[in-house]
């Protein structure tokens, strides 16, 4: 069964820290990624999306991600976290032409201090 | 400006009442979507469908079912609700076909005392 792994549950960072938060999906055949924030009291929206292409992908508010194939990984990153970073962030996949069921990480609490 | 609006934002219910949750949304989306979130496990999803009048379970439909009369509207049901229900219901929709971008409501906080 498709499964996604975020191992960090809880992470502390001073603000102009760099993050990098990791993702591992288990899924036989091609996939297709992506991740959420959820803004403290507000709703999930998305961060950056791969399908296909260029491995690495940029997404909103300076956040990046990029996808290793060989080691089943979708990590974000950062270089520089500010404190409206603080928020939960979710790593979801799907299989590329499948139904629209997305599997979802159980998720990183993100706290960024002054 | 792609919109799901939830009915309730909080909802506090007795065990065994029977509950909705209406979830709308104004991009003419195919797919619609309900979860439930809880602390460290996450999004599950609990029922999803493609299209008007269909629906399939997802990964943990007990004790809930879902209606689907019209394209924009989604509603889930508790049909005796219990203390274990007690969680955040999120509802998305998508576009049909894939890849997909699903677009997430506010949410619905539902206390079942």
């Known amino acids: 069964a498709q499964s996604v792994s975020q191992h960090n549950h809880h992470v502390i960072l001073s603000e102009a820290a760099s993050l990098e938060l990791g993702c591992n999906y288990s899924?036989?055949?091609?996939?297709?990624l992506f991740w959420y924030v959820q803004y403290p009291g507000q709703h999930l929206q998305l961060l950056l999306k791969?399908?296909?292409?260029?491995?690495l992908v940029k997404g909103i508010k300076g956040f990046e991600a990029e996808f290793i194939k060989s080691k089943f990984s979708f990590n974000l990153r950062k270089p520089s976290v500010q404190w409206s970073d603080t928020a939960e962030y979710f790593c979801a996949a799907v299989g590329a032409g499948t139904a629209s069921k997305l599997t979802f990480g159980t998720g990183t609490r993100l706290q960024v201090t002054l | 400006d792609v919109k799901v609006t939830q009915s309730s934002r909080y909802l506090v219910k007795r065990t065994g009442e029977k509950v909705f949750l209406e979830c709308v949304q104004d991009m003419d989306h195919e797919n619609m979507f309900w979860y439930r979130q809880d602390p460290g496990l996450g999004l599950r999803l609990i029922y999803f469908s493609y299209d008007v009048k269909m629906k399939e379970k997802g990964d943990i439909p007990e004790g809930y079912s879902v209606s689907r009369e019209k394209k924009e509207r989604f509603s889930l049901i508790l049909e005796s609700a219990s203390t274990n229900q007690t969680s955040m219901y999120l509802c998305a929709s998508s576009l049909g076909g894939t890849p997909n971008e699903q677009y997430f409501g506010p949410g619905t906080r539902l206390t079942v005392t």
């Open positions: 899924y036989g055949g091609t996939v297709n």
């Open positions: 791969y399908f296909s292409g260029d491995p």
